[in-house]
């Protein structure tokens, strides 16, 4: 009697990791990136990228996403069988959604700060905001080996 064997690809990589809402914590979550994606496999160019990208989205949770007594949450998966990487951070203030900054708005001198959305959305092949239920927000980038401007079309 022939039976069909279920074929296995490539196994995806992931974990979730609270963190706490403090500078520290946002560091930490940039050296987990870096060394899960390397221990994965992934190539050194993405892992690069993905550990921007969550510098940036760790830094903003903890900066404009925390609320007292309350963690953040970085979330990473792996798929080497087409080279993605889904980076997610979750914190607890729905209410302040992320933006991009405006061109339109003259400034004096040099700005401080409120670019590191431009860097995400340099780096990612794309990204977006959802809500996190009872309060909070997920902001998720996806990147992907090559980088968006590489690809020929």
Not at 39 to 47: K, V
Not at 99 to 106: A, E
Not at 124 to 145: F, I, M, N, Q, Y
């Amino acid at each position: 009697m022939n039976h069909l064997t279920p074929q296995l690809g490539s196994p995806t990589c992931g974990f979730t990791q609270p963190l706490s809402s403090t500078r520290r914590g946002a560091r930490l979550a940039r050296l987990l990136t870096v060394s899960a994606l390397q221990s994965w496999g992934c190539p050194q160019a993405l892992t690069e990228r993905a550990e921007q990208v969550v510098t940036e989205l760790a830094a903003n949770a903890v900066v404009h996403g925390h609320v007292p007594g309350r963690d953040f949450r970085l979330t990473l998966h792996y798929d080497p069988t087409v080279g993605l990487v889904r980076a997610e951070v979750t914190d607890a203030r729905g209410e302040r959604l992320p933006r991009l900054p405006r061109n339109d708005t003259p400034s004096h001198g040099l700005p401080t700060g409120g670019y590191g959305l431009v860097l995400v959305a340099a780096l990612a092949d794309r990204w977006e905001t959802a809500p996190h239920p009872p309060s909070g927000k997920t902001v998720r980038a996806v990147l992907t080996t090559p980088p968006p401007d590489d690809r020929r079309t």
